[in-house]
C-alpha cells in the first residue's frame, strides 16, 4: 500500500514538473527593444475598390495592415465636391467605415482627402495624404497640379504645409472663414501634388499652421499664394509658392502685460517704421518714462520711475501718427520684484580686438559710483578706463580700455555700483574674460554686380545659421566691406528692394500683394584666420512672382 502511494507521489510530482516546463516554455517573452515602428498604414482592400466607376453604394468599408485609429477626423478628413451631410467614418481595429448620409450627384468625381487622419494605434504613424476617389459616372477626372513651396525667408523648402485649392467663385466666401475640401500635404523636401482635378478656375495657397485646422486665421502663420488663378484645362505643374507672414491689415496690441520688475512690455502683431509712446494718464509720467524697441520694432519695453497709479494709459505713434491706445491695470500695492543684471558684449569670454566692451544693465541705471567699480589685469587693478553711458539707450554703457592680448582681465561691480530708476543697488558680480587674437578674425570683400541699376538691392551678410550681421542697401556695382569678423562659415542674402526703404517687407495675402523677393547666394563663404578674402557676388534678374 505504503509503494503505491510512494508511486502516486512520484508520478503527480512529475506531472507538475512536466507541467511547469511547459508553462515556462509557453511564457517565454519576445526579446524586448528593437528598432521603433515608423511605417504607416497601408491600405490592403477597399470595397467598393479605389477609382471605382459607375459609383452606387451607400458605403465604403477598408481594411487595413494593422490596427488603425482615427484622430481629428472632422479636421482632417475632407470630401470634394463637400455634401450638406457629412459621411459618417468609424474605424475598429484594422477596419474604417465610411457611410453616406446624402445622394451622391450625378456624373461626379469624388475625392475623400484623409489628411493626417489616419494613424496606427501603437506608434501613431500617419498615413499622409491617402486618398480615395470615385465617380459615380463613367468618368473619373484626372488633371493635376504640382509645384513646390518655399520659405521666403529663408529660402528653403518647407515640408508638411498644407496646398490647398478654392475654385475662383468660392474663393471670397471660404478663404480665412472654411477649410477647404481639396488639399494636400507637401513631403519632406516641400513637393505638393493635387491630383484627380475637375476642369475648373481656381485659386491656389499654402498654409503653414499654427493650429491645425486648415484655416488662416493667425497672423502668426506663414502663407503662400499665387496672384494670378489656375484656369485648369490639363495637368500644370511647376507651380512655386513662396510662404511669408503676412503684414495683417491693421496694427494692434497682440500683448501687454506688468512683467515681474515692473516693465510694461506690448507686443505688436506687425513691425512699425518710427515707432513712439506717450503716456497720456496718469498726469506728469510721461517725463518720467523710459521706453525702447525691439530691433523689429514690434517690441516695445516701458520702465516708469513712480509705479503708484492703479492704471495707466499708454498711446502709441507710427511716424508721429496715432495708431492706438491702451489701458492697463494696476493694483497701487503690488509689489515687484527687481535684481540687477547685465550682459556683455562678449562672445565665448574673449573681447573682439579693436572694440570697446558693451555693458547692458536689464533696467535703467539712475546713478553709477565708479569708485565700486574695478578692472583688474592679471589680478593687478586697472586705473585708466572709462565707463560712458550712451546717449542714445538707457541701458547701455561703453568701458573703454587700452585692451592687450595674453591678459587675464576681470570687471567687478561690487554692491551698489548701479542704482535703478526705482533705487535698486546691484549686488557684487564680476566677470572675466581676455582679448581675442587679432589672428582669428579676417576681412571680407564682396564685389557685387547687379542685374540693372534702376533698381533697389538690399545685401545682407547672414552667419550659417542665417542670423543677420549686417545690411548694406545698393543700386548699383559696388564693393562692401566687411571687417574684423570671427573666422567661421558666411552667407549672402539679397533682398529685391522694391520699394527702396533699405529693408524686408512682408506682403498681404487679403489683398494679393506679394512679399519681396529674397535671393539666397549658393555658396558658404568660409573665412580663414588673418586673411583678405575677395568674394565676386553676381545677383541674377528678379524672378517673376505670380
Known amino acids: ?38 511605417t504607416p498604414p497601408t491600405l490592403v482592400k477597399a470595397v467598393p475598390a479605389n477609382k471605382t466607376r459607375n459609383f452606387a453604394a451607400k458605403e465604403i468599408n477598408m481594411e487595413f495592415d494593422e490596427f488603425i485609429k482615427l484622430t481629428n477626423q472632422y479636421q482632417e478628413i475632407s470630401m470634394s465636391p463637400t455634401m450638406e451631410k457629412q459621411p459618417e467614418y468609424s474605424s475598429n481595429k484594422r477596419k474604417l467605415r465610411i ?40 468618368h473619373i477626372d484626372s488633371l493635376s497640379i504640382s509645384g513646390t513651396v ?89 507651380v512655386k509658392l513662396n510662404l511669408f507672414k503676412s503684414d495683417p491689415d491693421k496694427f494692434r496690441i497682440a500683448e501687454k502685460r506688468f512683467d515681474i520688475d515692473g516693465k510694461m512690455l506690448f507686443v505688436f502683431n506687425k513691425g512699425l517704421l518710427k515707432p513712439s509712446i506717450k503716456i497720456i494718464y496718469p498726469d506728469g509720467i510721461d517725463n518720467q518714462k523710459y521706453a525702447s524697441f525691439s530691433k523689429t520694432k514690434d517690441t516695445a519695453s516701458v520702465y516708469v520711475k513712480n509705479m503708484s497709479f492703479d492704471s495707466i494709459r499708454v498711446a502709441f505713434f507710427d511716424n508721429s501718427k496715432p495708431i492706438d491706445t491702451v489701458y492697463i491695470l494696476k493694483q497701487k500695492k503690488e509689489s515687484f520684484t527687481r535684481v540687477i543684471s547685465f550682459k556683455y558684449d562678449i562672445s565665448n569670454d574673449k573681447l573682439k580686438p579693436g572694440t570697446d566692451l558693451i555693458i547692458t544693465p536689464n533696467l535703467p541705471t539712475e546713478t553709477v559710483d565708479n569708485s565700486q567699480i574695478t578692472l583688474n589685469e592679471d589680478s593687478v587693478a586697472v586705473n585708466d578706463f572709462t565707463l560712458q553711458k550712451d546717449t542714445g539707450n538707457v541701458k547701455t554703457f561703453t568701458l ?15 554692491d551698489g555700483a548701479f542704482t535703478d530708476i526705482y533705487g535698486d543697488k546691484n549686488k557684487r558680480v564680476s566677470k572675466k574674460f581676455t582679448l581675442d587674437k587679432i589672428e582669428n578674425y579676417s576681412n ?31 543700386t548699383k556695382n559696388t564693393a562692401i566691406s566687411y571687417k574684423n569678423y570671427l573666422t567661421a562659415k558666411y552667407m549672402i542674402r539679397v533682398i529685391y528692394d522694391e520699394n527702396r526703404n533699405g529693408k524686408w517687407d512682408s506682403g498681404n495675402v487679403k ?36
Open 1 to 38: 500500500m505504503l509503494n503505491k502511494k510512494l508511486a502516486n507521489f512520484h508520478n503527480f510530482s512529475l506531472l507538475i514538473i512536466v507541467a511547469l516546463f511547459i508553462y515556462g516554455c509557453a511564457a517565454q517573452q519576445p526579446p524586448q527593444g528593437g528598432p521603433r515602428d515608423v
Open 99 to 138: 457611410q453616406f448620409k446624402d445622394t451622391l450627384q450625378k456624373n461626379t468625381t469624388y475625392v475623400i482627402n484623409f489628411g493626417k487622419a489616419i494613424q496606427d494605434v501603437n506608434e501613431s504613424n500617419v498615413m499622409k495624404n491617402f486618398t480615395y476617389v470615385f465617380s459615380t459616372g463613367p
Open 150 to 238: 518655399t520659405n521666403t525667408v529663408t529660402q528653403e523648402k518647407e515640408k508638411d504645409v498644407t496646398v490647398m485649392l478654392f475654385p475662383v467663385k468660392q474663393d471670397s466666401l471660404l478663404f480665412g472663414k472654411k477649410k477647404p475640401s481639396i488639399f494636400t500635404t507637401t513631403d519632406s523636401v516641400g513637393n505638393f501634388s493635387l491630383n484627380n482635378l475637375h476642369e475648373n478656375e481656381y485659386r491656389i495657397y499654402a498654409l503653414k499652421e499654427a493650429s491645425p485646422n486648415k484655416i488662416f486665421d493667425n497672423d502668426q502663420e506663414l502663407i503662400g499664394f499665387l496672384k494670378k488663378s489656375i484656369n485648369l484645362k490639363s495637368d500644370t505643374s511647376n
Open 400 to 414: 573703454k580700455n587700452r585692451w592687450r592680448e595674453n591678459v587675464k582681465y576681470e570687471l567687478i561691480f561690487n
Open 444 to 474: 571680407l570683400t564682396v564685389k557685387v554686380t547687379v542685374p540693372d541699376t534702376s533698381k533697389a538691392y538690399v545685401v545682407e551678410l547672414l552667419t550659417a545659421d542665417k542670423v543677420v550681421l549686417q545690411s548694406t542697401p545698393i
Open 511 to 546: 489683398q494679393k500683394h506679394q512679399p519681396e523677393n529674397i535671393w539666397l547666394y549658393e555658396k558658404q563663404i568660409s573665412l580663414r584666420p588673418n586673411w583678405e578674402a575677395e568674394e565676386p557676388v553676381t545677383i541674377p534678374k528678379e524672378p517673376i512672382t505670380y
